[in-house]
């Protein structure tokens, strides 16, 4: 493995077992069906899908959260998918996630000194150094005067204060990853660059990996290197931000940034060209190509009945696609 | 502009809470044409919202101040009483898509008997002549028939949201008001929604007042756009030149902080807070977050016309 | 701390909360006086009565502000002392000594006293002195006692004297002694009465005191029971036992169920379902038999009841309740955020979760704490309840026992009840308006 390589996964299964019938079959949510890829220091990542994709629980199975079926999550050479509790512990000091609604991140009943100290008490850190890390933190997220901040309560802040002292909790225990689920679709559109940029900051001062959970291509793009396209549990095409802009490989990312409007009076003028149908349930996916039935380039009998394997028709520019299957793989 | 289906004039809404008054509306002048779209642009907190529930006279308990004239094709409905209003405006002039309405709707009817309701209700119409009506609608907004017998859980977001528009234009009022209408769908639902939106506009003899913060999406439909700010509109002009050159420097700034997924603009952002609608500040609302404030912003600027039609709350166009 | 400022702030638009909260203070004030005041020690002491502890207490006598519904005086308790004074002794040259006392009092009431009782000590060191008791009353009529040779002390308790009675052919012994005739036919006399104590004391340091009790029907501020006992004593002390039960069951219960709830909630499988089915096990169980039985066959004492209590509503339907609440909350956004930086299952459960649920608690645990108090009223009535503490159930058992509404004593339920529904009333309008200041939906403003 690259010694460069953060993080490592290996075709990556997260499936939520769904009870039923008391004597019915039991069928499971393929949230995450075979993910695989590789992360290295510093490095940010955008995971752009729709609600359903299973982004959100690619997220959290990173995180530890859930413990995958099938698969190896690998970081900095420790396996994590099948860790004990003493790495599990180690693992957590490394990765630090910010989530999608600032106000139900932090606990309403303690204050933003009480919701810093939590992580340092936890991981056993002494007072003095608790206290000196906690003001650190809030001086790098820019909530100043600290005085001030300290003894409020979640709700007197600002949805973007709020944020950034969810930011501010993810990088007390100096980790080397971050994992940002939508962090920024719950607040106003002058907020969101405000944060988006705090966490570049961040990331380029600590060397940083990062890993934006989001639908929002647009904003995202500006802030990191490389985009996964994720589509029914499955990364469909992962690239460079240039390349996947200049040239989409998967009919879907080409669906995904046709229907994404900037703004522009013109919009108004002409409709637009959108997949019929819905996103794939992840309890019965479609046999071979998820994206099969709302694709307009599906050749049958290839594309509905073997899923195609992961091609590279341009230097680390890869999908999910039977188009490409000339291309090496 | 002013033979039109919809004209508002210093429309206030205050709204009494422990805390003091909330003006989140406060004076609101506007005028819309038929098949046409207005967008209503604004962060939270602005009063955009509000501004629905004014217009369509959907008030909670502890209002203290609500007056204005609101003149839905030539007739004033603000002295109406609460019955004729029901009867003649409400459903019937002006119809309202909410914020995340697809988790209004009744979970356990049909969504077709739900659609019908208003055609029950308000025109007392016979259920199998009522649900040929239905029918009509959904395939409008593009519900495919056999859903009609489903219930809501069973359909998707997207699908839901589509009934809730059905259900806003069964009684073919001439305007429909979308508060955030796809702020909770996907991409590609928001694009099928938009697209139905426009369809309708063309197709039908319908105007939208379409209330957002996503700029973007809001420039599928808009022919005009209207900005608001703590309360106030602060700029009011088509769609075309705001969205290349807006002139208040909040649409201003506000545009300049909407990353573009096709070119490479730099990002800015606002710095500071939008006022508190219950401690308004003197002069213009926006001044202490203003970068060309000057002297004069010490004194709440008027709606100002330029030249070419527009209309902005700056003193910087005098 | 601004919190609670602002809460009763909020509070105080509520004129049940300001009524509620008042009487709460009120009890708990009372409370707080009377441990002070009569240690516990003390009250146990006087409740279990005994020998010489409620001697010169009447019997069902009523409280004395029942005067104010009275047209008639009623009469209070007299104690005449020879310690106090009128008492003569004369050397007698043959080495005795005679005693001669006079007790006089002035009886001015419009209605018989309840009982009359002497009691004589005499110090001597082998003959006890021969004591001869005249009555004199005001109309100048004479009664003469039987003679006595007391001991150390002798209760003469003149009431029960039936020989007496039968002597004089009279209905009582109080008709007889204060009304006007040899039998007491007559009208009551009103005036100066006197107990004369002639005694002949056979050793020169031989001495004789005498004490006249002539017990009244009215006393104190609560009136007394058959056994003599002060009211008061036991409505006082009622307070305290009965808000400290309330309190303890409702904490114990409401904090076990918590934890319960909450744990099991966590943690899910098989330990969830396990309490879930004991809780519904529980459910069915009759509680008031269950406490019954315990108290019949094993114990009545208060904090085995407690107890009892405390472990019978731990697996309540709260749990329920609360498991909804939980279930919610364990995939909160910030719950979620704390896995992700290493929190353990018992740091979240009780730092996060908890915190989070107790204000909604509040209001159900005010309400709960009358329930408990009537329920230890209802154990008492039924006869289970401690024999030795003084509680207001315990009252209200009482009076049942001694028939008290068939026999007109009706201050000695009312008392006790009131109190109960004071009780009731103050932590149940204190607890609504808790309730309306923290769930807000259920506000009006």
């Known amino acids: ?329 | 502009m002013n033979n039109g289906l919809l004209q508002v004039e210093e429309l206030r809404l205050h709204y009494r809470t422990t805390q003091g008054v909330v003006q989140a509306v406060d004076g609101v002048t506007f005028s819309l044409a038929p098949r046409q779209a207005l967008a209503v642009l604004g962060e939270s907190g602005c009063g955009k919202s509000s501004l629905a529930r004014a217009i369509l006279r959907l008030l909670p308990r502890n209002v203290e101040v609500y007056d204005g004239c609101v003149r839905v094709n030539g007739l004033d409905v603000m002295p109406l009483d609460e019955e004729q209003f029901r009867r003649d405006v409400r459903w019937s002039k002006i119809s309202i898509v909410m914020q995340a309405a697809m988790n209004a709707l009744n979970p356990v009817l049909r969504v077709a008997d739900q659609v019908s309701e208003p055609l029950l209700v308000h025109q007392g119409q016979q259920r199998d002549v009522a649900l040929a009506c239905v029918r009509d609608v959904f395939q409008m907004v593009g519900v495919p028939l056999d859903f009609m017998g489903r219930y809501a859980f069973e359909l998707s977001g997207g699908m839901r949201q589509r009934v809730i528009l059905a259900m806003a234009l069964i009684l073919k009022p001439p305007l429909v008001l979308l508060d955030e209408p796809t702020s909770a769908l996907d991409v590609l639902t928001q694009a099928n929604i938009m697209n139905v939106l426009k369809r309708l506009k063309r197709d039908t003899n319908t105007s939208f007042i379409l209330i957002t913060h996503d700029i973007a999406t809001s420039s599928e439909l808009a022919d005009q756009v209207a900005v608001m700010y703590a309360g106030q509109l602060v700029e009011i002009s088509d769609a075309g030149r705001f969205f290349r050159e807006p002139l208040h420097p909040y649409s201003q700034k506000l545009m300049a902080s909407v990353p573009r997924l096709r070119d490479d603009t730099k990002l800015a952002y606002i710095p500071g807070r939008p006022p508190s609608l219950i401690d308004l500040p003197r002069g213009c609302r926006f001044a202490p977050r203003c970068p060309q404030r000057f002297a004069r912003c010490d004194q709440d600027p008027p709606m100002i016309r330029t030249e070419d039609g527009r209309q902005v709350r700056c003193w910087l166009y005098e | 701390m601004t919190a609670l400022r602002a809460g009763l702030r909020q509070l105080r638009q509520y004129p049940s909360a300001i009524i509620g909260m008042t009487m709460v203070l009120i009890l708990l004030g009372l409370s707080l006086v009377t441990v002070l005041t009569i240690p516990y020690s003390e009250a146990i002491r006087l409740w279990r009565g005994g020998a010489g502890v409620w001697d010169e207490s009447p019997e069902l006598a009523r409280p004395t502000w029942f005067q104010l519904f009275s047209a008639r005086k009623l009469p209070k308790t007299i104690i005449i002392d020879t310690r106090q004074g009128g008492k003569a002794m004369a050397d007698q040259p043959d080495g005795t000594r005679l005693v001669n006392a006079s007790l006089r009092f002035e009886f001015p009431y419009d209605e018989l006293p309840s009982a009359v009782g002497l009691w004589l000590h005499a110090t001597y060191k082998e003959a006890q002195p021969f004591v001869v008791l005249t009555w004199r009353k005001p109309n100048g009529e004479e009664i003469a006692f039987e003679e006595r040779t007391p001991r150390q002390t002798d209760r003469y308790f003149v009431s029960r004297d039936e020989r007496l009675r039968e002597r004089l052919q009279a209905r009582s012994i109080e008709e007889a002694l204060f009304s006007a005739g040899p039998s007491g036919n007559g009208a009551l006399l009103r005036g100066t009465y006197e107990l004369a104590v002639e005694g002949i004391l056979f050793e020169p340091d031989a001495d004789l005191e005498a004490r006249l009790v002539v017990y009244g029907k009215v006393h104190g501020i609560a009136g007394t029971d058959a056994q003599r006992r002060d009211l008061s004593v036991a409505l006082l002390w009622g307070t305290p036992i009965a808000l400290t039960f309330g309190l303890l069951a409702a904490v114990g219960t409401t904090i076990f169920s918590l934890m319960i709830s909450a744990v099991g909630t966590w943690f899910g499988g098989r330990l969830d379902a396990i309490i879930q089915r004991l809780t519904e096990v529980n459910a069915m169980l009759p509680g008031l038999t269950l406490l019954v039985m315990i108290g019949m066959f094993y114990s009545r004492s208060l904090w085995v009841m407690l107890l009892a209590i405390i472990l019978l509503n731990m697996f309540s339907l709260g749990i329920k309740t609360y498991r909804a609440i939980f279930l919610s909350l364990k995939e909160a956004p910030y719950i979620e955020a704390a896995r992700t930086y290493g929190a353990g299952s018992f740091r979240i459960i009780f730092r996060y979760m908890i915190p989070r649920v107790i204000p909604m608690l509040i209001p159900a645990f005010v309400t709960a704490i009358p329930g408990f108090v009537f329920l230890e009223a209802s154990l008492s009535i039924l006869g289970l309840g401690d024999p030795d503490i003084p509680t207001w159930g315990k009252l209200l058992f009482d009076a049942y026992a001694n028939e008290a509404l068939f026999k007109g004593y009706y201050y000695w339920v009312l008392e006790p009840a009131a109190l109960l529904m004071i009780t009731g009333m103050s932590f149940a309008m204190s607890g609504f308006a808790l309730d309306r200041m923290f769930n807000p939906r259920l506000r009006t403003a």
């Not at chain 1, 992580?119 to 002494?126: D, E, F």
């Not at chain 1, 969810?166 to 080397?176: F, W």
């Not at chain 1, 971050?178 to 559109?189: H, K, R």
């Not at chain 1, 002058?190 to 060397?207: F, G, P, T």
């Open chain 1, 1 to 329: 493995m690259d010694p460069s390589t953060l993080l490592s996964v290996r075709n990556l299964h997260t499936w939520y077992e769904l009870r039923q019938r008391a004597f019915g079959r039991a069928g499971y949510v393929r949230a995450v069906d075979g993910v695989t890829f590789d992360l290295a220091a510093g490095e940010t990542i955008a995971v752009v899908g729709e609600s359903g994709c299973g982004k959100s629980s690619l997220a959290k199975t990173i995180l530890g959260l859930y413990r995958p079926r099938q698969g190896e999550i690998v970081f900095q050479g420790q396996p994590i998918h099948a860790a004990n509790a003493a790495t599990l512990r180690w693992y957590r000091r490394q990765v630090g996630f910010v989530q999608q609604d600032p106000y139900g991140a932090l606990p309403p009943f303690m204050n933003v000194h009480r919701i810093l100290a939590e992580p340092l008490i936890i991981h056993g850190i002494r007072k003095t150094q608790r206290e000196e890390r906690i003001r650190e933190v809030l001086e790098e997220v820019k909530l100043v005067p600290m005085a001030d901040f300290m003894t409020k309560y979640p709700h007197m802040l600002s949805g973007g204060q709020q944020q950034r002292v969810v930011i501010a909790r993810a990088i007390l225990l100096q980790p080397k990853l971050i994992v940002a689920d939508e962090p920024v679709s719950m607040l106003d559109a002058s907020v969101r660059v405000e944060i988006l940029e705090l966490l570049r900051n961040l990331q380029s001062a600590h060397r940083l990996a990062v890993i934006y959970i989001t639908h929002d291509l647009s904003a995202v793009r500006h802030f990191s290197e490389r985009i996964f396209v994720m589509y029914g549990g499955k990364i469909v095409e992962k690239g460079r931000v240039a390349d996947l802009l200049r040239n989409p490989l998967h009919p879907y990312t080409r669906a995904l940034l046709r229907a994404i409007p900037d703004a522009d009076a013109a919009n108004a003028e002409t409709d637009r060209d959108v997949p019929p149908g819905e996103p794939p349930s992840l309890l019965h996916p479609p046999p071979g190509c998820r994206f099969h039935p709302r694709c307009p380039l599906v050749t049958p009998g290839l594309c509905d009945t073997q899923e195609p394997p992961e091609f590279e028709p341009e230097p680390l520019h890869l999908t999910l696609c039977w188009l490409y299957k000339d291309a090496k793989s």
